[in-house]
């Protein structure tokens, strides 16, 4: 199968301090991968380099069969990054941010599902408030729907359960995993959450100072499913004691 | 530190000394200069005996230090509790107590150096008696104009008012004026602007050019002055934060698949519009001068020092990828 995402030897480096040193990352169609790593290991910054945001050092990212840096534009049509809370404007309401975000993806109007996943949401209610009035779990909401909207083949999340309610966030596992079973989307999430990346993830990826330490495959996974002593806290620890 | 004062005071005031003097000249620049301007009007008294001259820089004195202290006031109030500090267990009252303090501070601050000028300005001069009147005038003036800005900033529901929930909608929605390609850009310019002139510190420029008015000038040419400055000061204020929304906009945006020409012309519709709106202003203020060489010059000016905000939002929208 050919693969959505092929991130080769990418490096970002903020100043003299080199925060991703040579990543080797691919994903196919309707894969589910967790990012998971201690704090400071790059997952927000891989994410960011993937997206096109964070300046890459060296390396290729090629998305949808476009390099990321020759074609930013075609290879931007297939990624959705969902937005950081507190970087959502607060001037615009969540409806107008998410027609500003639609005519940035060259739609027309916000989609229809879009409009959808806000109701399974429960953030219909307050799209026609101004955003500087959202609770933290609204904007969360918010920021899922903008990096979801126009249904992007490779779904990038970085925290997204953050802040959402156990209605919110059991909804929206349930359309995520809905779209990688479906083969529609893939996702790659960044997430501290252990049990999430268990229970959903088809792959999962250790990321450690910049690198990647280790990998779980959905046979490796299904096996922790079934035998709770073999836990991915259990080989994170281990990973983590052998690099120690 | 203690819990009578609020924690940001201190890591703001350790902030400002690392930025070094450029923060202090941009803190301190036009307080000093409105308090220049208020003993330059005094002169009119000291020197040629003219009474309505101190009533001038008595009004410049309460309309500049009402603007100042309102602008200013809010900025911190803002950053306090909406910034990294906003989860901070401030004491209740911490965040007025300091900010009471730091303007009763500038307050003083203010009456001394007004003092000082005022003594330099008047040495020698014929009408000196007039002295204390005139410090009595400005002094009262600093203190009414700066006790109304307090009033105003912390009465109740004054901060939403000022904060991106108490922006309302035009009365001339004007729909097509938002380019259909990247929607509510507009919006977010005009909502922007709109924050930042409601905090009238861009005002304050009215009153120092009023300032500078020779004695004696024609009513129909200080009219006409107030138009060319107050719609200059507008168009300087709606052109940067055009330019600073478009930039937050371009960013936000950064993993879109944002077609960078397309962001440009949306981009630049506000500011067009808003300068269009401002010339005629301009004309009229130009026209009521009867002086069409210095009103063009002041046109050309105004267009000049606006052009900046242009060039940013051409740097923002130009660049498809950090990569």
């Keep these: 199968m050919t693969a959505l995402l092929r991130a080769k030897r990418v490096c970002v480096a903020y100043g003299d301090a080199r925060v991703l040193d040579g990543i080797d990352l691919e994903i196919t169609r309707g894969e589910f991968v967790a990012l998971i790593g201690p704090n400071g290991a790059g997952k927000t910054t891989l994410l960011h380099a993937i997206a096109g945001i964070a300046p890459v050092c060296g390396g290729t990212v090629d998305i949808a069969g476009h390099d990321l840096a020759k074609a930013p534009r075609e290879a931007k049509q297939s990624i ?86 156990p209605r919110s966030a059991l909804a929206f596992k349930a359309h995520l995993a809905a779209l990688a079973a479906k083969g529609d989307a893939s996702v790659l999430l960044a997430t501290h959450s252990l049990d999430i990346a268990e229970r959903h993830a088809t792959r999962v990826v250790l990321l450690m100072d910049g690198r990647v330490r280790r990998s779980w495959d959905a046979d490796e996974l299904a096996a922790m499913r079934e035998q709770p002593e073999r836990s991915l806290e259990k080989g ?6 052998k690099e120690s | 530190m203690s819990i009578l004062w609020h924690p940001a005071l201190r890591a703001d005031w350790l902030v400002l000394r690392r930025t070094g003097a450029i923060a202090f000249v941009r803190i301190l620049g036009v307080p000093v200069l409105l308090l220049t301007c208020c003993a330059a009007l005094a002169c009119g008294d000291f020197y040629r005996g003219y009474g309505w001259c101190l009533a001038a820089a008595a009004l410049l004195a309460l309309g500049g230090s009402h603007a100042i202290a309102h602008q200013g006031l809010l900025d911190a109030l803002e950053r306090w509790q909406l910034g990294w500090c906003a989860a901070l267990p401030v004491a209740r009252g911490a965040a007025a107590r300091t900010l009471l303090l730091i303007t009763i501070v500038a307050l003083t601050a203010s009456l001394v150096i007004v ?117 200059w000061s507008w168009l300087a204020l709606v052109m940067r934060a055009s330019a600073d929304a478009t930039s937050l906009a371009v960013t936000l945006l950064g993993a879109e698949p944002l077609d960078m020409r ?62």
């Excluded at chain 1, 409806?95 to 916000?110: N, T, V």
């Excluded at chain 2, 507009?186 to 004695?215: E, I």
């Excluded at chain 2, 005629?280 to 105004?302: F, K, N, T």
């Design chain 2, 115 to 231: 003092t000082v000028l005022l003594l330099g300005v008047s040495f020698g001069a014929p009408h000196r008696g007039d002295l204390p009147y005139a410090f009595a005038g400005i002094a009262l003036a600093l203190v009414a104009g700066t006790a109304l800005a307090i009033l105003r900033v912390f009465r109740r529901g004054a901060f939403a008012a000022h904060h991106a929930d108490g922006i309302r909608e035009p009365v001339l929605a004007a729909e097509w004026l938002n380019d259909p390609r990247l929607p509510h850009l507009l919006d977010w310019q005009r909502r922007a602007a709109l924050v930042r002139w409601r905090r009238g510190g861009s005002l304050v420029m009215v009153g120092l050019v009023l300032g500078t008015v020779p004695m004696g000038a024609p009513m129909l040419e200080v009219a006409a002055l107030v138009l060319l400055v107050l719609s």
């Design chain 1, 236 to 241: 994170m620890a281990e990973a983590c004691e």
């Design chain 1, 80 to 165: 959705g990054l969902a937005i950081d809370p507190p970087s959502l404007p607060e001037l615009l309401t969540g409806r107008e941010g998410l027609a500003l975000f639609a005519g940035a993806r060259g739609l027309p109007a916000i989609p229809r599902t879009t409009l959808a996943l806000a109701e399974t949401l429960s953030l219909t209610s307050v799209l026609d408030r101004r955003v500087a009035s959202y609770s933290l779990g609204m904007r969360q909401k918010l920021g899922i729907l903008l990096g979801l909207i126009g249904e992007p083949p490779l779904l990038l999340l970085d925290e997204p359960f953050n802040g959402l309610d």
């Design chain 2, 262 to 323: 397309r962001a440009r012309l949306a981009s630049f519709r506000y500011p067009l519009v808003a300068a269009a709106c401002a010339l005629l202003p301009m004309a009229a203020g130009a026209i009521l001068g009867r002086s069409g060489v210095a009103a063009l010059a002041w046109m050309v000016c105004a267009c000049a020092f606006s052009a900046w905000p242009f060039v940013r939002i051409l740097r923002a929208t130009r660049a498809e990828s950090p990569a």
